[in-house]
């Protein structure tokens, strides 16, 4: 296991904080117009930075918990801009990769982010203003995750800590600005977002991982070394990590990625050191960003779902409405809404019946305390969920090849040697993302709050948003693009290919754009040494 | 010879650019702002005419020449290469090679630079090109009996002479150039040999005859037997000899295959291969609007695509440099 210094890495980018009991994400962007200010505004938030070391397990000499689990979990990031305004060294500056210095609107023609998704349409927040007013752009990301009280709203203390970010800003006398312009009209101050809730008997309300189409989001992420202790970490990567060359073996073939996919400063699958910029005391144990917010059409998809599943029930020879429908949701994006891969059950009826097996899932969730065999019985559903390959259905017959998740994390599919037997990830595990996020409802627009965490914004979030999310060829799909997250310019349409479900191929097609692009941009999340360099003013120590 | 190969020809032009520079006349360049007054002749004594270097101005042509629908940003509407008006050429491009590039010093060995006397700091040569040349490469059909070039540059000089004349009239000799039997004259004098010709239209691969294979197995049994006869009866230097003599016209053998053409592939002449990606796109249409028919719908429906889009016949179709059905 490599040994990171985990209270040097924020902790947004080890966990995913919705799973920890934090189902409520505000997040704030600032604004800041003078380089002494800003450090000081800096410095002052520098303390309170979530970092991922593990919560209420280390004990200290004396045997007291070192590090108790925060009431709000608070991290920070910036945009090449934000750097620039804090007054970072001009080597520092101009060193860093172009993609994170141009910022994510000026990337608009890789990312797909056209027509309906274009910049000029973003909430105001991200655009330039009207002539004649202050451009303000985005400096720092400011994010803060709270718990929730039993009746499901969030605990008191994100409003408290919202406030006490309010007299910072008014400290700072004009000098950082809490942007708002957020939303259609841009009358919000900051972007919430939280978990879907569900009522359970006798439980009351519990966080969903369910995003607004009604699928199960966040199954599958990566797992970097390092990030879990071993017990966890084997478990994890079982379909979180990479696959190595030689014949497939579920039980052996899975290892954890090298840390520096996602965490700068340490080697990553290519053998080097990810190149990010100098000096390398202030990479090391940071990471880049990706902020999007992506607002979802709930309406059209489903209008567009209910009308393809007539067709498709007619092909497919399916009676029941429900099922045509059901099936089709899960070729789209290659899971059950439930979380259930269809590489696990390729019908509507293997999946009823999977679910009725695994019936004791959610309460073993929710159980606080749960013995050897149940935390057994979770971990074979967790491989069940992620711990499948490509090599057992190389035509799509079970899961289309262009389905979201088969184009999001290829895994070993575009192995030149794929087989029955035979499939590594090694064309695939340089362009993995961890993914962060919670869906929103504001204004009465539905999305998702959409992040991503890696180590090569260009290698990996913008190649999987240009040549896999908005493009088919490594999907043999010609100019198809994501059935989910897809633009529509070049191609409109979706095959399923013929399997157990549909005999003969179906081709979905007039499709609408059901994901839009909202705003956002690309930030860097600097490690505590190196938010400290920056309140310092030392990033350049000569 | 590989510039032929499978069908297809692989014309491969280096063009000298001319050395001498052009006064042209100081406007702004295509899409540039217009100047609101005339600049004064006293203070710049070139304001009427600026020369310029050939080099300069072809890359400068190169930039406003129209390129086909090559990416999705390219303009569906906007005219479209001048090589679409043609139905030869698959693919064509032009490059301004300034020179080679330069790898810095050759590396040596410290202690074999030394042993040598060899003093690193002594200027090693650097290579440059005679001129600047302009590369024009393209892939065209060579079907119809005759030389390939020369109906090439017919096509070419009856459907794009004024953007041939803008471009290559920065090119040493090309004034004498005057219509498509002269421009051959000239491509030819600028031709090099293609060596490494690329054709993906055999993608099954072709089924090697199995002659040579024969021909081969029996080279080799004679130069084995004729190695040993002659180390028997004659002595060792004979049977080397012999050896050396059998590897040369194996060597020779394998020359002499590679340089043949490979057959033309059916159907891969541009015509055809626009048709097949005309019935390509209208197929999936009818693919999708047929879903869900009933036998009869269907048997109607096909019938229908059969005789709107003529699968067999060569109209209609794409036209060429231009993606789609319209």
């Not at chain 2, 990416?71 to 693919?91: I, K, Q, R």
């Amino acid at each position: 296991m490599a040994h990171l210094d985990l209270a040097d890495i924020q902790g947004n980018i080890q966990r995913p904080y919705g799973r920890y009991g934090f189902p409520y994400n505000r997040h704030l962007f600032f604004n800041i117009a003078e380089p002494e200010t800003g450090r000081l505004f800096v410095d002052a938030i520098r303390p309170f930075v979530t970092t991922a070391e593990p919560w209420d397990s280390a004990v200290g000499q004396d045997g007291a918990v070192l590090v108790h689990k925060p009431p709000i979990a608070l991290n920070i990031g910036f945009t090449w801009a934000g750097l620039a305004a804090v007054g970072l060294p001009t080597r520092t500056l101009r060193l860093f990769p172009d993609e994170f210095i141009d910022g994510m609107g000026a990337r608009a023609e890789i990312l797909g982010d056209l027509g309906s998704s274009a910049p000029r349409g973003w909430d105001p927040i991200w655009r330039p203003p009207p002539p004649g007013e202050p451009h303000k752009p985005v400096h720092v990301w400011l994010s803060l995750n709270a718990g929730a009280l039993p009746d499901s709203s969030p605990r008191p203390e994100l409003a408290a800590m919202t406030g006490w970010l309010e007299g910072l800003v008014e400290a700072s006398r004009g000098k950082v600005t809490l942007l708002p312009g957020h939303g259609p009209g841009g009358q919000n101050r900051w972007q919430d977002s939280s978990a879907r809730w569900e009522e359970a008997p006798g439980v009351g309300y519990v966080p969903t991982a369910k995003e607004h189409f009604g699928f199960t989001d966040g199954i599958s992420d990566p797992i970097f070394l390092g990030q879990y202790a071993v017990a966890a970490e084997t478990v994890a990567a079982v379909g979180g990590g990479k696959i190595a060359e030689g014949p497939y073996d579920p039980a052996r073939s899975w290892a954890p990625l090298e840390t520096g996919e996602f965490i700068l400063g340490l080697p990553d699958e290519g053998q080097e050191l990810p190149v990010a910029t100098m000096p390398a005391g202030f990479v090391a144990n940071g990471s880049f960003m990706v902020w999007r917010k992506l607002r979802e059409d709930v309406e059209a998809f489903e209008q567009a779902m209910k009308t393809q599943a007539a067709v498709y029930g007619r092909v497919a020879g399916m009676a029941d409405e429900t099922e045509a429908l059901e099936t089709l949701y899960a070729k789209v994006v290659g899971r059950w809404r439930s979380g259930v891969p269809l590489m696990a059950a390729p019908t509507w009826s293997e999946q009823t019946t999977l679910l009725e097996q695994w019936s004791d899932i959610p309460a073993l969730r929710l159980k606080p305390a749960r013995t050897p065999a149940e935390n057994a019985r979770l971990d074979d559903w967790s491989r069940l969920l992620t711990g499948f390959r490509y090599g057992d259905d190389p035509g799509g017959a079970r899961c289309p090849l262009g389905a979201h998740i088969r184009r999001g994390n290829p895994r070993d599919m575009l192995d030149p040697k794929l087989s029955a037997t035979l499939g590594s990830s090694t064309l695939t595990k340089r362009r993995r993302l961890i993914r962060r996020g919670l869906p929103y409802e504001t204004d009465g627009e539905k999305g998702v709050i959409f992040m991503a965490h890696c180590a090569s914004l260009f290698r990996q979030f913008e190649f999987i948003q240009q040549q896999w999310m908005q493009y088919g060829l490594d999907f043999e799909s010609g100019n198809d693009t994501c059935p989910l997250v897809g633009s529509r310019r070049d191609s409109d349409k979706f095959v399923v290919p013929a399997g157990a479900a549909n005999d003969t191929p179906f081709i979905a097609s007039g499709l609408p754009r059901f994901v839009d692009t909202r705003g956002g941009d690309y930030f860097f999340v600097p490690s505590l040494s190196a938010l400290r360099q920056i309140a310092m003013g030392t990033v350049d120590p000569t | 010879m590989p510039s032929l190969d499978a069908g297809h020809y692989f014309l491969t032009v280096l063009a000298p650019i001319r050395p001498d520079t052009q006064a042209v006349p100081a406007r702004p360049a295509r899409g540039g702002a217009a100047t609101a007054a005339p600049m004064r002749a006293d203070l710049d004594p070139n304001a009427a005419t600026a020369p310029r270097s050939h080099r300069q101005l072809l890359a400068q042509d190169l930039a406003l020449l129209r390129t086909g629908y090559q990416t999705s940003s390219s303009d569906p509407e906007g005219p479209s290469s001048p090589f679409a008006h043609n139905t030869l050429n698959h693919l064509a491009r032009f490059v301004i090679i300034d020179g080679p590039p330069y790898n810095g010093r050759i590396p040596g060995d410290t202690i074999v630079d030394t042993l040598l006397g060899r003093d690193p700091l002594i200027a090693q040569p650097v290579d440059s090109l005679n001129s600047a040349y302009l590369l024009f490469a393209a892939d065209i059909d060579a079907r119809a009996p005759g030389d390939p070039v020369a109906a090439y540059a017919e096509a070419l000089w009856s459907t794009m002479a004024r953007e041939l004349r803008v471009v290559f009239s920065h090119c040493v000799d090309f004034g004498r150039v005057s219509d498509g039997a002269s421009l051959a004259a000239w491509l030819r004098r600028c031709e090099v040999e293609t060596t490494m010709p690329f054709n993906d239209y055999w993608p099954d691969m072709l089924q090697a005859p199995p002659a040579p294979k024969v021909q081969a197995l029996a080279l080799l049994a004679v130069a084995a037997v004729g190695t040993v006869a002659a180390g028997v009866m004659v002595g060792w230097w004979a049977a080397a000899l012999v050896l050396v003599a059998a590897l040369w016209v194996a060597y020779a053998f394998v020359l002499n295959r590679g340089a043949r053409s490979y057959p033309t592939a059916p159907t891969s002449d541009l015509p055809s291969v626009l048709k097949a990606l005309y019935i390509k796109e209208t197929f999936t249409q009818f693919a999708i609007a047929a879903q869900g028919d009933d036998e009869a719908a269907l048997h109607a429906r096909f019938g229908d695509f059969l005789a709107r889009r003529q699968p067999g016949a060569p109209t209609p179709t794409q036209a060429p440099g231009r993606p789609g059905v319209t």
